[in-house]
């Protein structure tokens, strides 16, 4: 602060902020993750899924992470 390098942003509607610092806390975000993503069929914060979205890589790149992990779920939702 004293060297005016502070920066703060409001976040809006859909951004939660969730601390994680104890075990209880950690547990608390962690099913609060889980209970979005199965609810809303939607990963959070998915490198693979974002970078699709900005344009940054193609739908055949994506194709292509994807069998990195096709025998999983997140395989499947990256499909």
Do not use: H
Request: proline share 1%; charged share 25%; net charge positive.
């Amino acid at each position: 602060m004293k060297q005016s390098n502070l920066y703060s942003e409001i976040l809006g509607r859909g951004f939660a902020w969730i601390d994680a610092g104890t075990n209880q806390s950690y547990l608390d975000a962690s099913n609060f993750v889980y209970t979005i993503e199965k609810r809303q069929g939607l990963k959070i914060s998915c490198p693979e899924e974002i970078a699709f979205k900005k344009g940054w890589i193609s739908s055949e790149k994506l194709f292509d992470l994807s069998q990195r992990f096709i025998k999983s779920d997140y395989g499947k939702y990256l499909l």
